[in-house]
């Protein structure tokens, strides 16, 4: 049998010693999926051996295993939780278990799954959405001279016109979760002739990995985007012109979660959340007769899903819709 020639027609790439490949290996293995992703699959790891062991089941997850361990973690935590937590599973078990994902396939699994939607389905709980009113009641905050003011503002009037999810403007207050890749950075940002733009860095649903420029423009409303904006990033730079993220403390710090929401329910009641900025703008959006498919699109927004943030029964956006045509957001 004739072998290709060991030193084909190809740039010259040195072999690298048995350790380094390892090591390497061990580093691309860890970033197959994200950090916030590999603790929860931990947990819910960790609930699946709890079941076995409670119930003197073996760990090997069958499809009679997962079915039982189905029915029972229906009666303790959320329904649509429930199918997260076997995909977790699959996840963490398929190196020692290689059938787990048909077993999780199983037809026994499948129907115990959709049994269960059907006896303790209950209703989703919506967050209540954020009006542009609403936001137009803080319009004072990025005039008060307080650099932190000014980033609050200006992170959710941004965050809620460019339909940004909460988790693309802060860090987790986990800081092992905190992630240079997914951070801002201040030189994207770009003047254009009515408004502005930065980049938006890749995550997990964006499969292609190159990120978004997302583009805002002026409006002539007490929450336009565009005044809070340049008045921030004036003051940032007064603060650290030499510092990489767009997104910054008076101590220099990253914004988190915590102190993000510690701000809003300072303003808002308890049950406006993070959600509440996309649930507000798709909402708006809605009433003023713009397509889903272009606010999918201009939020990057994968799947479906985000039909859940329209906050208005179809047939009052119908007469919305036909009553007036579309001219802005009130």
């Known amino acids: 049998m004739n072998f290709p020639h060991p030193f084909p027609r190809q740039p010259l790439r040195l072999p690298w010693a048995c350790v380094w490949l390892i090591h390497e290996q061990g580093i691309t293995l860890g970033c197959a999926i994200n950090a916030s992703s590999s603790t929860s699959y931990s947990s819910t790891l960790k609930s699946y051996l709890f079941f ?56 026994l699994v499948t129907r115990t799954l959709c049994g269960c939607k059907k006896l303790h389905a209950l209703p989703t709980s919506h967050k209540q959405p954020l009006s542009c009113a609403e936001l137009g009641t803080l319009c004072d905050l990025h005039m008060s001279g307080s650099h932190n003011d000014m980033l609050f503002f200006t992170q959710l009037v941004v965050g809620f016109h460019a339909l940004l999810f909460l988790g693309e403007l802060v860090w987790p207050d986990n800081a092992s979760l905190h992630d240079y890749r997914k951070v801002m950075k201040r030189h994207t940002v770009e003047l254009l002739p009515l408004g502005f733009s930065f980049f938006l860095p890749g995550h997990k649903v964006d499969h292609f990995f190159k ?69 507000g703008i798709a909402t708006a959006l809605a009433q003023v007769g713009i397509p889903p498919n272009i606010f999918q699109a201009t939020g990057c927004w994968a799947s479906d ?26």
């Open 52 to 107: 076995c062991h409670s119930h003197d089941f073996p760990i090997d997850p069958t499809p009679d295993t997962l079915s039982f361990f189905t029915v029972y973690m229906s009666h303790h935590i959320k329904l649509s939780s429930v199918n997260s937590y076997l995909s977790s599973i699959c996840n963490q078990l398929e190196p020692f278990f290689p059938d787990v994902h048909c077993n999780r396939q199983h037809p």
């Open 305 to 330: 899903t985000f039909q859940v943030y329209i906050h208005q029964h179809p047939v009052l956006l119908t007469t919305l819709l036909y009553r007036k045509p579309s001219v802005g957001l009130q």
């Open 211 to 279: 990120g978004n420029h997302v583009i805002l423009q002026w409006l002539a409303t007490p929450d336009d985007p565009d005044a809070a904006f340049w008045l921030y990033l004036c003051s940032q730079d007064n603060h650290f012109p030499l510092h990489l993220p767009l997104w910054l403390h008076t101590d220099g710090s990253i914004p988190t979660w915590g102190w993000f929401m510690q701000c809003l329910w300072h303003h808002f009641p308890s049950d406006i959340m993070g959600h509440s900025l996309c649930a």
